[in-house]
């Protein structure tokens, strides 16, 4: 499908990709995103965490999935795993549920950046309720604040489900508004859309009022059928809408100031398939050898594959809980492995999935792969999960060429 590009089109996608081969750091160390909690003010009608409405924008400490105690207890552990193996590159990026609606968030933010710096540390927030204020009492513990915006009003609105909040849409952008009025706030805010066959349109006049409001940065993910996700498969984008993205990011980025990105996965094939990258270093990561991919932890403090499997049925491929005494992130690394997420690495091992496919490629994601199998299925046992990961990303441009 690449190959049907107009010669404009294919040199616009390979600057972009080059540009942004110079971006990416090829991760070489741990990244982890963890879900601090489950609750949302929210009900995103697409939520890939199933996040569950809570009324308030408050939750008091006893209704919290870990006390703020265990929290740290976690992170203590995760820097003792960094120091013991010397790990060089580390991330951690908080996500949810909201995590604001942690009444310490704050304070496990602090902590996280002392732990960790500040360089290691991000969180996503909806922006509905976060003041200005709030966001300089953090910005010395963060590289990033990625703020959720997923089209113009209407979508935006209905895609945030029922919700007590008024018009979420404004209220998020008034967030950025405000904030964009401090230079050291401006230089950690990212906003970020979810893609879906409904909104792609929308896109580039999000983008344009991003970049006139001063906004510098803006991120595309990717969705598959996961969480509630699972419900509205007609609207994931396919390899088609993915391409048709991928130029309009590539397009804005030659428009405008503002910088503007897709999906790591999706950039890995393409990258791979039109410039060559090797984007495949299975030696070197533990989980999901695509060199940008994470390990997710839910807000018990279960660590997963990736961060797409803190939900049924991928919340099969657990690696332990971190706060059990008997847990050894020794376990889940790579060769010395034991247990799911060694046995989930070996099927995505570039050797034995994409239908053995030879090119240095990231495979995409192995969960999309999975996801669109099981969906095809319509089953989920933890065999037919594993045999998943072993498939093709159908928004793999050679993989539609074959159909
Ligand atoms: C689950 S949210 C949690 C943080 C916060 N509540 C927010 O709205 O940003 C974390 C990130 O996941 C993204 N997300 C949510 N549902 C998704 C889905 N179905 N597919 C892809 N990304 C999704 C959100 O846009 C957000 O950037």
Redesign the pocket.
Known sequence: MLDKLTADESNLLKNYLSNRLKQRSIKRGLSI?Y?ITYF?N?C?K????N?KKHKSTHISVDNLELTTEKVFTLLDKIKNHIDKNNIKSFFLN???????LRSDFKEILKYSSKLFGKESVA?????TFVSVNDLLEIKDYVSYV???I?GLEYYHNNWRGRTDIDNPFQKSMNLITESLKYPELKNILEV???ATKENISEIPILIKELNNLGVKAYSV????P????AK?TSIIPDTADYINLALIIAKANEDYEIDCHFHHSIESIYGTILLGWDTYIADQVVGNPDSRSSFGIDPTGNIYFDPWCMVKPWNQLIGGNILSKNFNFDYLTSGKGIGMLEIAKQYSLMQNRCDKCHLRCSGGSRIAASAFYLADLKRESLSDLLIGLSKIDPICPLYSKKN
């Open positions: 995103v879900d949302c929210l995103c697409g939520c890939a965490v996040a908080y996500g949810g549920g909201e995590p604001f969180t996503d927030t909806n922006g990625g703020v959720s997923d970020s859309s979810v993910h990717r969705t598959f996961v969480g509630r996700m509205f």
